[in-house]
Nanobody
Framework: QFKIVESGGGLAQAGGSLTLSCVPS?????IGWFRQAPGKEREGVAC?????QAIYYLRSYERFTISRDKNTVLLHITNLEPGDTAVYYC????????????????WGQGTQVTVSS
């Protein structure tokens, strides 16, 4: 189990941008961002490996950028849409990047992102 702390959520306007931050405990190889909108299943957004290789899972992947600087992982979202409203979760995995929410070993508490039109 890894400890994960997320921050950066909040209220934003459509068309704007937002950056979410994730700080996992040391030794985490893979970090993924997931999101869960009300009444919907949790879905993978992006994942980044320890070597910096990033994978994106959403159709609108071009609006998302995941990056890693030492022990901090950022998720930058541009051109926000009301459909981006969700609780965003950072998750740690020992080995594998996946958009399957059953794969990560540890989860953060989540941070709410609300996009107004």
């Amino acid at each position: 189990q890894f400890k994960i702390v997320e921050s950066g959520g909040g209220l934003a306007q459509a068309g704007g941008s937002l950056t979410l931050s994730c700080v996992p405990s040391s030794g985490v190889a893979v970090i993924g961002w997931f999101r869960q909108a009300p009444g919907k299943e949790r879905e993978g957004v992006a994942c980044i490996r320890s070597n910096g290789q990033a994978i994106y899972y959403l159709r609108s992947y071009e609006r998302f950028t995941i990056s890693r600087d030492k022990n901090t992982v950022l998720l930058h979202i541009t051109n926000l849409e009301p459909g981006d409203t969700a609780v965003y979760y950072c998750a740690a995995s020992r080995f594998v990047c996946s958009d399957d929410p059953n794969i990560p070993d540890s989860w953060g508490q989540g941070t709410q992102v609300t996009v107004s039109s």
